[in-house]
């Protein structure tokens, strides 16, 4: 994604403070469009990764969409969330890599 993009998001969402303020995915598409910019679901989230990682942007998101952390506790809400499904997914690749091997095992036996 062209910088220009990530810059603009980033112009735009570091005004978006405290969860009243959030923006949705879609609403960021579409103020990009109006730009020149045509962004999938996807793009946004890339970019939002980007901000956090790279410029260490606190940016929050839950189903009111993505804003900047106004207290300590929508950081923390946040970071809650963020381990819960970081320990779902973990569960998921452990489940999946166990039954990875149960069926390689399987096929092995059926030679």
């Known amino acids: 994604m062209e ?10 969402i570091t ?3 405290g969860r009243r303020n ?8 579409a103020a990009m469009k109006e730009r020149g910019y045509d962004l999938s679901f996807a793009d946004v989230c890339d970019a ?3 901000l956090r990682l ?14 900047m952390a106004e207290t ?8 809650k969330s963020l ?3 970081i320990d779902k997914q973990l569960l998921v690749f452990t489940t999946m890599t166990a039954e990875h091997g ?9 030679l």
């Open 102 to 110: 149960r069926r390689a095992r399987q096929a092995q036996l059926e």
């Open 72 to 79: 300590t506790h929508e950081r923390e809400v946040w970071l």
């Open 48 to 50: 939002i990764q980007e």
């Open 54 to 67: 790279k410029r260490k942007l606190f940016i929050c998101g839950d189903q009111s969409g993505y804003y």
């Open 22 to 29: 959030a923006i949705t995915n879609k609403a960021i598409q």
């Open 83 to 85: 381990k819960a499904r």
């Open 3 to 12: 910088q220009s993009a990530i810059s603009l998001i980033e112009q735009g």
């Open 15 to 17: 005004r978006r403070i």
